[in-house]
């Protein structure tokens, strides 16, 4: 059973530059979750998705930053407009959650966003 | 809000020491708390999970406590060995759907 996957595990892009990053959720999860690590910073949640549905955006900043996790394929973070701040690595982790277990994350190897 | 500090940022601990590290929480009574291990350049590892009703876990050489009275959790690597030296990060439940992290604790096990 393949664990979480993202891609690409880099990403160089000069400021303005949209940024895409694409995460497939372990065989059988459909709770998504995105989450943006600064150096010597925690994990800081951003959006959690099941299929088609956004559960909660609450972390995403409010202009630049979409997420989906369409029906068929795998769940994009979407950057436009990308600036220097916006460099960080990018994780994603699924979750087999359904309202009985605890909901233990499944993290994947994350994206290295580099914003020039 | 909810608020989540591990007590230091770095720990030096000799190997074959107990490593002990510290969640503190405020704010919020959770449902369970949750430890996991970050390597360099890698996504965290889940290790544990406790409940709010467990006063101790075991799993190996790991331990987890969790004092809902203190808000406070410990996190305890016995005989502990350089290849314990990572990143461990607390996590706590905000609802049944959501938990938060703490910025985690860098262990170094010297040889």
């Known amino acids: 059973n393949a664990g979480v996957m993202q891609n690409p595990r880099h990403l160089v892009r000069r400021r303005g530059q949209e940024a895409r990053l694409r995460c497939s959720p372990m065989?059988?999860?459909?709770?998504v979750y995105w989450y943006r690590q600064l150096p010597e910073e925690g994990l800081k949640f951003m959006v959690y998705l099941q299929k088609e549905n956004i559960i909660d955006e609450s972390g995403m900043p409010k202009e630049r930053f979409s997420a989906e996790f369409p029906k068929e394929g795998p769940s994009i973070l979407r950057i436009q407009q990308v600036v220097r701040g916006d460099s960080a690595a990018y994780f994603c982790?699924?979750?087999?959650?359904?309202?009985?277990?605890?909901?233990?994350?499944?993290f994947g190897p994350g994206t290295r966003l580099t914003v020039l | 809000s909810q608020k989540i500090e591990q007590n230091s940022e770095a720990l030096n601990i000799q190997e074959g020491k107990t490593a002990t590290l510290t969640c503190n929480y405020t704010n919020y009574s959770p449902a369970y708390l949750q430890w996991y291990r970050q390597d360099p350049g890698r996504g965290p590892v889940f290790l544990l999970l406790?409940?709010?009703?467990?006063k101790e876990k075991r799993k190996e050489r790991l331990k987890v406590t969790f004092d809902t009275t203190l808000k406070q959790s410990l996190f305890h690597i016995t005989a502990s060995q350089p290849a314990d030296s990572a990143t461990y990060l607390c996590?706590?439940?905000?609802?049944?759907?959501?938990?938060?992290f703490g910025k985690g604790t860098r262990l170094h096990i010297l040889p």
């Open positions: 982790a699924s979750s087999p959650f359904s309202g009985t277990s605890y909901n233990e994350q499944f």
């Open positions: 065989k059988g999860h459909s709770h």
């Open positions: 996590a706590l439940d905000i609802r049944d759907d959501k938990i938060i």
């Open positions: 406790i409940r709010e009703n467990e």
